[in-house]
């Protein structure tokens, strides 16, 4: 079993639009990341969320940790072809633990 | 520093044949992971170092695969003999693990195709 679950698996918009991934658990956790994995690369570090009910925002994505702690949430405003990849939530532990993952094609 | 060095970025081998993949991690970090990725299964973590000793090996799929740190500025992940379900995209990363929110750098990636 997986301790992390995202969803959607897959999602395609369009240029402009906004969207919203989710990665949930049953466990509670000290903090999250959120990474982007571009095609052919490997996956970067976008955020760190710590505080339960934590909102963080970079550019156009922003990034909330629940108020439990046992999940976490990335909203895009008005995305763009640049946005396209996989978007990964990740705890820390004695190592990563990777959620599994959601990829987002944004189409011109 | 230039992050993490993988190589080669690309290798097509035959059923059979020894595959060595090679890392070069970030200068100070102590920290060491192998990971596989596959569209079917994501990210999956084989091994990981830490201090260039194997803390958790359940990853690795059965013996074919092994892997080395002899030091701290590099690993190798090998599989002998490699077959077709072994092709996928294999990630080095390595980390100061055990700082407060610390994270993985990755590599670039070795694409493996198995024929």
């Known amino acids: 079993t997986q301790l992390l679950e995202q969803s959607p698996q897959f999602l395609s918009i369009q240029e402009g639009e906004n969207l919203t991934v989710y990665c949930n658990s049953s466990?509670?956790?000290?903090?999250l990341q959120w990474y982007r994995q571009e095609p052919g690369e490997g996956p970067v570090l976008l955020v760190t969320?710590?505080?339960?009910?934590e909102v963080k925002k970079l550019k156009r994505l922003t990034f909330q940790f629940g108020d439990a702690r046992k999940d976490s949430s990335l909203h895009i405003t008005a995305a763009q072809p640049g946005d396209t990849g996989l978007y990964l939530c990740?705890?820390?532990?004695?190592?990563?633990?990777f959620g599994t993952g959601t990829s987002l094609t944004v189409i011109p | 520093d230039a992050g993490v060095i993988q190589s080669p970025r690309h290798e097509v081998t035959e059923m059979g044949q020894e595959v060595t993949l090679r890392c070069k991690p970030i200068?100070?970090?102590?920290?060491l992971f192998w990971y596989r990725q596959t569209m079917m299964r994501g990210l999956e973590l084989l091994i990981y170092?830490?201090?260039?000793?194997?803390?958790?090996d359940s990853g690795m799929p059965e013996d074919r695969f092994s892997a080395k740190m002899p030091n701290a500025s590099f690993s190798t992940l090998k599989i002998q003999p490699s077959e077709p379900r072994d092709s996928a995209v294999y990630f080095c990363?390595?980390?100061?693990?055990?700082?407060?929110?610390?994270?993985?750098?990755f590599g670039q990636g070795t694409r493996l195709t198995v024929v």
């Open positions: 990363a390595s980390s100061p693990l055990g700082r407060l929110n610390t994270e993985a750098f």
């Open positions: 466990s509670v956790f000290s903090s």
């Open positions: 969320v710590v505080t339960g009910g």
């Open positions: 990740v705890f820390t532990g004695n190592q990563f633990y």
């Open positions: 200068s100070g970090h102590n920290s």
């Open positions: 170092f830490n201090n260039n000793v194997p803390i958790d």
